[in-house]
């Protein structure tokens, strides 16, 4: 019978190690750090639509009185809201 080439490759079970450590080299968080993490990212999506929800309305106020200058402000604004609400949800986590 002829050998086919194989296109895949397992490592042998000897390259995991038995202890739990992330690929960093430093312990896993475990179930305690993974409804932190679960948390954090929770809050942060919150503010993020929250945060939106106000650049909409910056935008759609400021459209009243320049239509063009209504992108900018909306987008600086969205942007904005992306940094403003990661470190509002480090600080409350």
């Known amino acids: 019978m002829r050998r086919v080439a194989r296109l895949y490759h397992f490592p042998p079970a000897s390259a995991f190690p038995r202890s739990r ?7 896993a968080w475990g ?4 409804i ?4 954090l990212i929770a809050y942060y999506v ?3 639509l929250i945060g939106d929800a106000v650049a909409y309305f910056i935008g759609r106020s400021v459209e009243h009185w320049s239509a063009t200058a ?6 600086a604004c969205f942007f904005i809201v992306f940094w ?5 949800a480090v600080r409350v986590t």
């Not at 450590?21 to 312990?27: C, E, L, V």
């Not at 209504?70 to 987008?75: G, I």
């Open 21 to 27: 450590k992330s690929s960093y080299g430093t312990p």
């Open 84 to 88: 403003a609400a990661w470190r509002l």
């Open 31 to 34: 179930i305690a750090g993974d």
């Open 36 to 39: 932190a993490a679960m948390k």
């Open 46 to 48: 919150g503010f993020v």
């Open 70 to 75: 209504s992108l900018p402000v909306f987008l």
